[in-house]
């Protein structure tokens, strides 16, 4: 089990992006929370196996069909608890 901080630059508020990585990250049955920070960028707190984790974030390179990421810096955690479900975060 890793934990992944991830956080989104780019057009990528108000295009449905929380509602997109929710959706892949519950396909991919990874737990964890995604939510808006004030600068514009989108954050991502993600559970999983490495490989399935790897998925994730190229799945947000891509984004939904209306936004435009810049990039996708990704940073490893410590795992502290084990996440529940996937949240959107207001």
Known sequence: MLQY???IVGVVQG??????VRQK???LE???AVWNCPD????V???GEQALLDQLVEQCKLGPAYS???TVDVEREEVCDNL???EIRR
């Open 68 to 70: 435009k990421v810049a």
């Open 15 to 20: 295009v449905g992006f929380r509602y997109f």
């Open 25 to 27: 990250a519950t396909r």
């Open 5 to 7: 901080k991830l956080k």
């Open 84 to 86: 529940m479900g996937f």
């Open 45 to 47: 707190v993600v559970q």
């Open 40 to 43: 514009g960028s989108v954050e």
């Open 30 to 32: 990874l737990t964890g």
